[in-house]
């Protein structure tokens, strides 16, 4: 199943790629930024169960991480750029992964939902480093000279491909161990998890400081992308963002974080440039795109209750079924 | 690592007999929930490679007292002893290695989980690979998921329900799942099992099935057995101790208590004096 996502992402990305359309190759680094952190997040509240809101806030530690190193040493190689700002926003997550891990349900929302708002603060209240509201400014990456043909947006999205293709083969190498069954278990029955020799909350932890070093590693990339690290780019409406990417999706599904990311990405754009076609009044036209993609989201749910790629397993197991009778009665997680 | 080692190890310091490896003994516990006595000053032992009934009715204290001794609940006194050893204030999460297996009042299991991946769960051993060796996929965490799939699936063989392996619980019928709730206990080789009503929600063949599985496993290990259905209790066990209001009101062979005044009374929700039946003197002995 994770092949047949990636083979379709990489196809699409083959096929879509136009050096001569600069939206769409940023809307491809959109897709990988965000397919990255909804894949950490899934696997925290899909495979773990447990909730976050504040996503959005660690990308923006993993952003601000980036901008700070590149303003101390310009030209430091982008993959050791990255892996400080994975560490730095992972060893991040352990402290707010363990606050996570004693609270439950609406407290953990809550308590997420504070670091989603309060850390933006915290860029504007140390505007000498973080550069205030204004944020600090992220150089673009350039090709090297011997591909110096390649537009950097274009040379953008294939070295962003590179740290989402080896997070997706981690994540999926790491749950189908018993780390996956252990998240899953937690999920599924603390008490139970417990007895069977589980220690509960270390494993929740562990879950939130890999999303967290997802987030931060998401956080990077988009801070490449959009060559700027500033509160406004980590707004709460980036958290519900990513936990909509992960729902449609398809909940604790590694290949839907990769759809989840792609609909988050494409579809809001593809809303605005029919929206563009109609002449409608303007009051009505600037509100239209947000009520058209949460009216998409609801259908999509209603349509798809195991988000779209709990429809992929769906659809596969009806053919498989009208081949062999009696095959599997329930979607599997991955 | 053999978890059955540790439990052998623990009951070796005091010799063989009643404190053997996997035995079990609670001296003087008691629990309070804010004012309600949910245990006082219990006492009782489960000697090793024997079936001890615990049995009394709802809201006795019989699955507090399995608390108690799985971590989740501090006594406010006394002592838990495993295989000779002070146990108290061990965490829940330790059992399994200790080699303590409990199953839960109810079914307790992953829903989420295939039942293969249930019982691999509980077939955890102390020398596993770490973090890294699994995220990066080395061969050493397939090799171990390799042995956990197999202990897995022999343990579903000996239980005949490996046909359902790769189902969710589930959809399964609910003896069926009780029998993974078993396989999921058994399969850490335990030295020490507590069941917490193992025969509720079962027909009366299934019930038959559970007396000649138990009876089957006396000879690996010591049971704790918490049932309401005195049928397999009298059928399996060789003592059983009468819990009411939090209090042992008896211990003895199964049929000598059955016929206790205290216990009759205890069932009717009568006026109850605590009373020893005499089979506890040679109990102790
Ligand atoms: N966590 C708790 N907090 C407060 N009271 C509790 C708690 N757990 C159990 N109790 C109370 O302690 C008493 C003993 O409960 P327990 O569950 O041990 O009974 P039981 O013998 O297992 O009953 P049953 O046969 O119904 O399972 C009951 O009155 C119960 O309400
Ligand atoms: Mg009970």
């Not at chain 2, 050893?85 to 061990?90: D, K, M, P, Q, T």
């Not at chain 2, 101790?241 to 205290?262: M, N, T, W, Y």
């Amino acid at each position: 199943m994770l092949g047949v996502g990636f083979l379709l992402v990489a196809a699409l990305v083959v096929w879509a790629i136009d050096p001569f359309d600069p939206f769409l190759v940023y809307q491809l680094s959109s897709v990988c930024y965000f397919a990255i952190g909804a894949a950490g997040l899934t696997v925290l509240t899909g495979l773990n169960g447990q909730l976050s809101l504040g996503h959005g806030a660690l990308m923006g530690i993993g952003a601000y991480t980036t901008a700070v190193v590149l303003k101390a040493h310009t030209d430091l190689n982008p993959a050791l750029v990255m892996g400080t700002a994975t560490l730095v926003t992972a060893v991040a997550s352990i402290i707010v992964g363990a606050a996570a891990a004693r609270l439950r349900g609406p407290y953990l929302a809550g308590a997420t939902l504070g670091l989603a708002v309060g850390l933006p603060g915290v860029a504007v209240r140390f505007s000498n480093i973080f550069g205030g509201d204004a944020g600090t400014s992220i150089p673009a990456l350039v090709p090297p000279d011997a591909l110096s043909s390649i537009a950097p947006e274009v040379w953008l999205t294939w070295i962003g491909l590179i740290p989402t293709v080896i997070t997706f083969v981690l994540l999926a190498n790491l749950v189908r161990t018993r780390y996956g069954r252990d998240f899953r278990a937690i999920r599924e029955d603390e008490v139970a998890s417990a007895l069977n020799g589980i220690r509960v909350a270390r494993t929740q932890v562990l879950a939130f400081v890999l999303s967290g070093a997802c987030a931060g590693l998401a956080g990077s990339l988009l801070g490449y992308t959009s060559n700027l690290a500033a509160p406004g780019s980590f707004p709460l409406t980036l958290s519900l963002l990513l936990l909509a990417a992960v729902v449609i999706g398809g909940l604790g599904t590694l290949p839907g974080a990769v759809w989840g990311a792609l609909v988050v990405v494409f579809v809001p754009s593809w809303i605005s440039s029919l929206n563009d076609t109609v002449h409608l009044p303007s009051a009505v036209r600037d509100q239209l795109p947000l009520a058209l993609f949460g009216a998409v989201f609801v259908v999509a749910m209603l349509a798809f209750p195991h988000g779209i790629q709990g429809g992929v397993v769906r659809l596969w197991q009806f053919r498989a079924s009208r081949r062999r009778p009696g095959a599997q009665e329930q979607a599997a997680d991955l | 690592m053999d978890v059955s080692a540790i439990g052998a190890a623990a009951g070796s310091r005091t010799g063989p007999g009643a404190l053997g490896p996997g035995s079990l003994e609670v001296r003087s516990l008691s629990v309070r929930f804010g004012g309600l006595v949910a245990l006082d000053d219990v006492s009782l032992e489960v000697p090793a490679g024997e079936i001890v009934g615990i049995i009394g009715p709802n809201g006795a204290g019989k699955t507090s007292l399995f608390n108690v001794v799985s971590g989740f609940l501090r006594p406010q006194a006394g002592e838990i002893l495993y295989g000779g050893r002070r146990i108290n204030g061990v965490r829940p999460h330790e059992l399994n290695s200790l080699g303590i297996a409990r199953t839960l009042q109810g079914l307790g299991l992953w829903r989420g989980l295939t039942v293969l991946e249930n019982v691999m769960v509980g077939a955890r051993r102390a020398k596993r690979p770490g973090f890294a060796s699994a995220l990066l996929g080395f061969s050493r965490s397939d090799r171990y998921e390799a042995v956990l799939t197999g202990l897995a699936r022999d343990q579903l063989r000996l239980l005949g329900i490996e046909r359902f392996a790769d189902r969710y619980p589930g959809v399964l019928p609910y003896g069926v799942q009780k029998w993974v709730s078993l396989a999921r206990a058994l399969v850490s080789r335990p030295a020490l099992l507590l069941l917490d009503e193992p025969a509720s929600g079962l027909t009366a063949t299934e019930i038959k099935e559970l007396a000649d599985l138990l009876r089957s496993l006396r000879a690996q290990m010591s049971i704790a057995l918490v049932e309401h259905r005195l049928d397999l209790i009298m059928n399996v066990c060789e003592r059983v101790h009468v819990l009411d209001f939090g209090r042992v009101i008896a211990s003895g062979p199964p049929e000598r208590v059955q016929k206790d005044k205290a216990v009759t009374d205890a069932y009717l929700g009568e006026e109850l004096t605590p009373t020893v039946v005499e089979g506890e003197a040679d109990a102790r002995g």
